[in-house]
């Protein structure tokens, strides 16, 4: 089932603006992860946040989590047009043999 | 190196036909994992496979069948197919446990006809 629901679905932005990126889920988690997905290729692990970790960073990536509203966002900075993809929360559920719980995706579209 | 590749890219096929989609990892990692994407892009596991065990998700028909000739391969055999199983199926495999990541193959956009 889905546990993930990404918001907004679909996100267009000027080259250079921050896009924003929110993941909500149902049960407690061991961890979240944001995947990325070019058009037509595999998803691609960005960034994994434990379930005690409230922020992260990796390169223009930043997440958060807040696991009393069961929510976690995924900023990137200074979009590039390279950065054109959908992209993916998935949770690691407490209890669910290490299956990945997928989101429907937001897709980001940078305009040049 | 393809660190999850699998095989074909493509595949365009007739109404109850029987197909196998290949998948290999050399990441030696000890789980793998068979997706389903529908066209609305919705992820879905059908399968988790390590030495130890399957993981069916219930949902999936039993025309759906992996098999594991070794721990690097997990493939994926349909028969009988059906219009609605037109999709992309990616392949992925992961180490078990807590807090690891997943890696993909570049999927197989399955067409059926």
């Known amino acids: 089932s889905q546990q993930g629901e990404e918001d907004p679905q679909a996100l267009s932005i000027q080259e250079g603006e921050n896009a924003t990126m929110n993941c909500s889920y149902k049960?407690?988690?061991?961890?979240l992860q944001w995947y990325r997905q070019n058009s037509g290729r595999g998803l691609v692990h960005l960034i994994l946040?434990?379930?005690n970790e409230r922020e992260k960073h990796s390169g223009r990536l930043r997440v958060t989590l807040d696991t009393s509203k069961k929510s976690s966002s995924l900023l990137i900075t200074a979009s590039r047009a390279a950065d054109t993809a959908s992209y993916f929360c998935?949770?690691?559920?407490?209890?669910?043999?290490?299956?990945?719980?997928w989101g429907a995706g937001t897709k980001l579209i940078i305009k040049p | 190196d393809t660190a999850v590749s699998q095989t074909p890219k493509y595949l365009v096929t007739q109404m109850g036909n029987d197909k196998s989609i290949k998948c290999e990892q050399n990441?030696?990692?000890?789980?793998m994992y068979w997706y389903k994407q529908d066209s609305k892009k919705f992820l879905k596991i059908m399968f988790s496979?390590?030495?130890?065990?399957?993981?069916i998700n219930e949902t999936v028909p039993n025309r759906f069948s992996p098999k594991s000739p070794d721990k690097a391969h997990l493939n994926l055999h349909i028969n009988s197919l059906e219009l609605g199983d037109s999709a992309v199926y990616f392949c992925?495999?992961?180490?078990?446990?807590?807090?690891?990541?997943?890696?993909f193959g570049q999927g197989t956009r399955l067409t059926v006809v």
């Open positions: 998935a949770t690691d559920a407490s209890g669910s043999n290490y299956q990945l719980i």
């Open positions: 049960t407690s988690i061991n961890n």
């Open positions: 946040i434990r379930s």
């Open positions: 990441l030696g990692h000890d789980t």
């Open positions: 496979y390590n030495n130890k065990e399957l993981i």
């Open positions: 992925a495999s992961s180490q078990v446990g807590v807090n690891t990541e997943a890696f």
